[in-house]
């Protein structure tokens, strides 16, 4: 039953729409017709055009990222400081390092039957770094301060290492790509207090500034991005020897002439440092310094080298194994010198080596 009605129902409407066509399409001509007539006037005031307009509905944006619901404020999330928050630190082209280091040595005997002698040793050590670099431009400053003594039972104490050295490179490149730089260098190197030839104590072999090593030249260096290496090579370098202590500059010591406090030389000089790690936690540090004079002895060439590793057991806990090795040819060994005063044998150089082993305290600051 319910089909039929539906049937019914669509036989209507469908009837019922084309019945509306058909009487709009009538209207339609009917209007046309009445147009072509020219001598009829329409009296009626009825508009022949509908105007249907739509509601128009205001379109909602929704902005991405906004959350349309009421704001509310939970703490059950926060968590309390624990650390101090860190201080905003500007940029900076500058390199600081500060490194004080101290080993120390101890040996006690009680009635030791292989024998010794309670003994005690340390060595100081004060490391300086200012470096800048920025683009075209490359500054390295480093002054390095070490002293050791070292306190035997049954004899005085003594002097097992002394040295001051400074070291200032100041390089220029063209562009931001090469690693060659158009350099200027400085070395300073002297000690702090006498040296002597144990066990005398009376005649001192060397004093603060005497000697004393002043090296000033230009070169070029090459400096590797990234690489803790550096080398300098310079054809033109003037070294200025210091003899400032009155008797031995009488003897003549360290090169200089007989009576004179300075000696200057122009010649050739290698320099080149390296820092690397080898291992985990070991550290290697490399540096070497080669001079050969032209107008004095040109071939005769003066080494200053360094070699030495750190292993690094923590933070302030450093093992240090290193060697330093010297050759100069005006310092002079085995001088013979007779009774009437005079100089019979101006002895010959010899190669200086020095071994070094500790285990220290190590700081930064």
């Not at 101006?346 to 285990?359: A, M, N, T, W, Y």
Request: proline letters at 3%.
């Amino acid at each position: 039953m319910q089909k039929q009605l539906n049937n019914i129902s669509n036989k209507f409407y469908k009837r019922l729409s084309s019945f509306t066509i058909i009487s709009l399409f009538g209207l339609t001509v009917c209007f046309a017709q009445n147009t072509t007539q020219d001598t009829v006037v329409a009296k009626s005031t009825t508009p022949d055009t509908i105007v249907i307009r739509w509601e128009q509905k205001k379109i909602k944006n929704i902005l991405r990222g906004v959350k349309l619901r009421s704001p509310k404020y939970s703490f059950n999330s926060t968590k309390p400081l624990l650390k101090k928050p860190k201080k905003f630190i500007p940029l900076s082209f500058w390199e600081n390092k500060n490194d004080f280091g101290i080993n120390l040595n101890e040996v006690a005997f009680v009635n030791w039957n292989a024998g010794g002698d309670n003994s005690i040793s340390a060595l100081g050590n004060l490391n300086f770094i200012r470096n800048y670099k920025f683009r075209y431009i490359n500054w390295e400053n480093e002054l390095r301060l070490r002293y050791g003594l070292n306190a035997q039972e049954g004899r005085k104490l003594r002097k097992t290492d002394d040295f001051i050295r400074l070291a200032s490179t100041f390089g220029f490149r063209r562009d931001t790509l090469t690693s060659w730089y158009y350099s200027v260098k400085l070395n300073f190197n002297t000690q702090f207090s006498n040296g002597f030839k144990y066990p005398d104590r009376t005649t001192p072999i060397s004093r603060f500034m005497a000697p004393g090593y002043l090296f000033l030249g230009a070169g070029t260096s090459y400096i590797p991005e990234g690489k803790e290496f550096n080398l300098y090579i310079s054809p033109f370098t003037q070294k200025a020897t210091f003899v400032l202590d009155d008797a031995l500059s009488e003897q003549g010591a360290f090169g200089v002439d007989e009576g004179k406090s300075i000696f200057m030389e122009i010649g050739f000089l290698v320099t080149n440092t390296w820092e690397k790690e080898v291992f985990k936690n070991v550290s290697m540090n490399h540096r070497i310094s080669l001079y050969s004079d032209y107008l004095r002895s040109f071939g005769n060439i003066d080494v200053d080298w360094e070699l030495a590793f750190t292993l690094t057991v923590n933070k302030n806990v450093k093992t240090n194994i290193g060697t330093h090795l010297i050759y100069d040819d005006d310092i002079k060994f085995d001088e013979v010198i007779a009774d009437d005063g005079t100089v019979s044998n101006p002895g010959e150089p010899r190669i200086q080596f020095k071994q070094l082993l500790g285990v220290g305290f190590n700081y930064s600051f």
